[in-house]
């Protein structure tokens, strides 16, 4: 499977902004949709953003108008920027690949804190 390394992070003030960023590695035969979730503290893991390997884009929730996630194939990195942060945004945020349509990779996880 692929190998997913993320970098971006960090702690922001509230109507900041964040880029993230995402690079495959590896076995990336058959890579398909990379994307990104969240989990805050006590929830669930939730879809940000999904980008398709011909660039259509997909986004979940509240990050409507203010996400937005790109792709470079040819590095096999993913992007998120992550306009006009809120506290509700403060969470791990995982970057996430499938391949063959069956196999899910997941990322570390990158902490985003945004404070009010």
């Known amino acids: 499977q692929v190998q997913l390394v993320e970098s971006g992070g960090g702690l922001v003030q509230a109507g900041g902004s964040l880029r993230l960023s995402c690079t495959a590695s590896?076995?990336?035969?058959?890579?398909?949709?990379m994307g990104w979730y969240r989990q805050a503290p006590g929830k669930e893991r939730e879809p940000v953003a999904i980008?398709?390997?011909?660039?259509?884009?997909h986004y979940y929730g509240s990050v409507k108008g203010r996400f937005t996630i790109s792709r470079d194939n040819a590095k096999n990195t993913v992007f998120l920027q992550m306009n006009n942060l809120k506290p509700d945004d403060t969470a791990v945020y995982y970057c996430?690949?499938?391949?063959?349509?069956?196999?899910?990779?997941w990322g570390q996880g990158t902490q985003v804190t945004v404070s009010s």
């Open positions: 980008v398709t390997s011909s660039g259509e884009t």
């Open positions: 996430w690949a499938i391949q063959y349509m069956t196999f899910n990779s």
């Open positions: 590896g076995s990336i035969n058959g890579l398909g949709n």
